[in-house]
């Protein structure tokens, strides 16, 4: 699944999260502004260490507690999506729509992949049992292409 990053995808990004924001009643500064456009434009899942790394020049007196806390922000409106992998660091997303994980235990790339059949899988009966699903997600984890050849490479 691609997104492009031409100046039209990021008016249209700055149109959402203005709505979003005008409906969760936050205030747009140019702070929330910039954290959420290096979030969008960074695809690869980025924690807040790294949003904080990618900003921080452009926003030269942000710190990393206020990004950790406009990320969260931001997740409690569902502009961005928290994930995390066993062993790594949490992540946010701000891919929406539905869609699936490959994560590489060896670089830690988070690859995003599309399964519309799972998508549209009806859930297993002891799953309705259980309760109220909410969403369903798939994880892979394993070793990205890349990372296996450069073990195969010695
Ligand atoms: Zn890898
Ligand atoms: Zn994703």
Known sequence: MTRNTSDHDSKEQIDFFRKICNERGIKVTPQRLEIFLETVRSRDHPSAEDVYDRVKTRLPTISLDTVYRTLATFERCGLVVKVQFLEDRLRFDTNLEAHHHLFCTDCKNVVDFSWPEFD???????????????????????????CVRKHEGK
């Open 120 to 146: 549209s899988l009806a859930l297993p009966q002891e799953v309705a049992e259980w309760g109220l699903p909410e969403s369903k997600q798939v994880s892979i984890r394993g070793k990205c292409r890349s």
